[in-house]
């Protein structure tokens, strides 16, 4: 029965259910009686394992199937009207074939399954910088993780009404077969299908595929922004609070920065740091000319291996409670989960993510390196008391960051709007010797939003460029990296907690408090205004000026490497703006 009279959901599910066929319908409410009756039919049927209600209060771990384990960019499309509409980062297919597609693999494919009914909305629910979704799916997996990661339930129709701004969210495990896998956003439509996947980043339609593809759509036509970025707040010794978002590609530290321990020299002088989201951002302009952010989701969606008491003890503490763990390695001893990098006291005769008998000494991970906790934003130590607010919190700064052995310094600053917009345009990553691949590749991808784009990235370009004029209070912009290497490759950075040491550096240029050199890149800071008060031994004078250098020689390297770049997004639509290309121009010309 449903839980709304808004004609627009009720046709909308009465289309789906005709289309799947299941044998039941059941309207998600939120409330926790419900919920709780859906972890015990999970549990029943082995779909969750019920874990250690001492040690890991109301949590649960799940195993997806061996083959559906991450994200599948090449099953990912953006159907829009027309492929230049999608651009050329984007797979494409026309909206009307894809549909065709698709209709014929739902068709029945719910038979013998509840179809559940999750109205969510991201965002908290009556904020103006909200959306609503409802997601149709027949896994209480997903119903499960969406409780965490999303706001759900009744409150989320309420507030809708009668409007039909929603986004038509459908979910089916079907057959689970590869093959015939499909994440597919229709930006136009305002509506996401995906199917054959049981893996959090396929199904869990309120992340990655709402709240980054379809949000950029839709923040590009309503003036807004949908960023792959975390929110920090650091609040000074004086009490005076200021907000930074920043993006990060894979693999670069955007978990470890969101939730920041400070080094103790600045535990001791007052300092502390408040984490508003862990991985996306909506900004807006607010009335006073300044841009406001909010963390659409809530909760957090983390890779378990490498997180520890030494790396991130913020995001450990946050799942050790109502979370929900998926392929990491079950501890049967103690009914506990494990993974690699948690300690050093691996489990013996345990089960591994693949549900297989395994030993710590068989030379085989016993989690799946892209395991994950869906962990509530509530329970984490450091969370923001700005985390609830329906305004979101002003931002003094935006950061772009990389990983790069020897181009970018450690930090430095755009010279204007327009330049930081190339800086982030430019953002990339090297292969390490743990990717697969040649090691030192330079991968692109702008403000780390190259798979999560809904639209073609020229036009993604020029959005940043219309908006900086809109901004009458423009956060600046800066680039960090913190992965510069010696000949020996060993890091020159500490990073972790000593990165608020670059941060106080960043906010202090927002206060116009500090000066720096310019160089042909940006402004670079004067080595002895990064605060090295406790890591003197470490990090000397010459390293730090080491790790601030600006060589030219790699710099036109990597502006050729941009060119090519920007030309494949130019093949696609030929969107392009004019700026990033006069500020390529400019930056070569500055290099000589």
């Not at 829009?80 to 597609?101: F, H, I, Q, R, S």
């Amino acid at each position: 029965m449903s839980l709304t009279t808004n004609k627009y959901v009720n046709e909308w599910v009465k289309e789906i259910t005709e289309l799947v066929k299941p044998d039941s319908v059941v309207w998600i409410d939120g409330s926790e009686e419900q919920l709780e009756a859906l972890r015990a039919q999970a549990v029943s049927t082995g779909e969750l394992i019920k874990l250690n209600e001492e040690k890991l209060p109301g949590c649960y771990l799940h195993r997806t199937a061996i083959d559906d384990v991450a994200r599948v960019e090449d099953r990912t499309f953006i159907c829009a009207p027309t492929k230049e509409e999608a651009g050329a980062t984007n797979n494409w297919m026309d909206p009307a074939e894809m549909y065709a597609k698709l209709r014929k693999l739902y068709d029945g494919s719910m038979k013998g399954r509840t179809m559940y009914v999750l109205p969510f909305s991201m965002g908290v629910v009556g904020s103006p910088f909200a959306k609503a979704g409802i997601e149709i799916t027949d896994s209480i997996y997903v119903v499960l993780n969406m409780k965490i990661m999303t706001r759900i339930g009744k409150a989320v129709l309420d507030n809708l009404g009668d409007s039909a701004d929603f986004v038509h969210g459908l979910h089916s495990r079907a057959t689970m077969n590869p093959e015939e896998r499909y994440i597919v956003q229709f930006p136009q439509d305002n509506t996401i299908w995906s199917i054959n996947s049981g893996y959090g980043g396929n199904v869990l339609l309120g992340k990655k595929c709402f709240a980054l593809r379809i949000a950029s759509y839709q923040g590009r036509n309503e003036g807004w922004m949908a960023e792959h970025m975390l929110i920090l707040g650091v609040k000074a010794p004086n009490g005076e609070k200021k907000y930074i978002a920043a993006a990060f590609p894979s693999a670069c530290g955007k978990t470890n920065l969101a939730m920041l321990i400070p080094p103790k020299e600045y535990v001791e002088k007052g300092y502390e740091v408040e984490c508003v989201g862990d991985d996306i951002a909506w900004l807006r302009v607010g009335d006073d000319g300044r841009l406001w952010a909010i963390n659409p989701e809530a909760g957090f969606f983390g890779v378990a291996p490498g997180t520890n008491m030494k790396s991130n003890p913020n995001a450990l503490r946050t799942c050790l409670q109502d979370t929900i763990f998926t392929n990491v390695v079950h501890n049967t001893e103690d009914n506990t989960v494990w993974w690699e990098g948690l300690d050093k006291n691996p489990p013996k005769n345990a089960i591994n993510w693949k549900g297989e008998k395994w030993d710590c000494e068989s030379g085989e991970k016993g989690a799946h390196p892209n395991s994950r906790f869906t962990a509530p934003a509530s329970k984490c130590p450091c969370i923001s008391p700005e985390f609830e607010s329906p305004k979101g919190v002003p931002i003094s700064a935006i950061v772009f960051g990389g990983r790069r052995a020897k181009t970018a310094p450690l930090v430095y600053q755009s010279f204007d709007w327009n330049h930081g917009v190339f800086v982030g345009s430019a953002m990339a990553s090297e292969t390490t010797a743990a990717a697969a691949g040649a090691v030192g590749v330079v991968r692109r991808d702008p403000m780390a939003m190259l798979p999560f784009c809904g639209y073609n990235m020229g036009d993604y370009f020029n959005h940043w460029i219309e908006m900086g004029k809109k901004i009458t209070k423009k956060p600046k912009i800066f680039n960090t990296n913190w992965f510069r290497t010696d000949s020996n490759g060993k890091f020159l950075w500490p990073g972790f907690g000593d990165n608020l040491r670059v941060l106080e550096w960043i906010l202090k240029r927002c206060d116009d408090e500090i000066g720096a050199d310019e160089t042909a890149i940006g402004y670079v800071p004067k080595a002895e205004d990064i605060n090295r008060e406790g890591i003197e031994d470490e990090v000397t004078m010459d390293i730090l000026r080491d790790i601030l250098s600006v060589d030219a020689g790699l710099w036109k390297e990597d502006a050729a490497n941009l060119e090519e770049f920007y030309a494949k997004i130019q093949s696609v639509g030929n969107r392009m703006p004019k700026e990033m290309y006069d500020q390529l121009e400019g930056l070569k010309s500055r290099l000589g």
